[in-house]
């Protein structure tokens, strides 16, 4: 059985996964939490930003904290807003 790359998040928005895929499954199950969460909170579909600002926020914390080892993933995230189209990179990396 292969390993899935290519996630859906909400209904507008695809992540892809580089690197391990292992790691990529709890952040973009966390993302769909967050997205669910949006929806109901706000009763509007959260933008490409607002995700990948929060995958990005997930995977500093973890790579900050000391008891975890970093996601060894990177994500693209991509999907439609309004439109128009948006593509947004988040690394692993904590620090540029």
Not at 54 to 73: H, S, T
């Amino acid at each position: 059985e292969s390993m899935r790359k290519i996630y859906q998040v909400d209904a507008h928005i695809v992540a892809t996964a580089a690197g391990f895929a292992v790691d990529a499954a709890p952040i973009v199950d966390r993302a769909r939490v967050e997205a669910l969460t949006f929806r109901l909170n706000y009763e509007d579909c959260p933008s490409i930003e607002y995700i990948a600002r929060y995958i990005a926020d997930v995977m500093l914390q973890c790579a900050l904290d000391n008891e975890k080892r970093p996601y060894g993933c990177s994500l693209l995230v991509t999907g439609l807003d309004l439109m128009t189209g948006s593509l947004v990179v988040k690394d692993p990396k904590p620090y540029p």
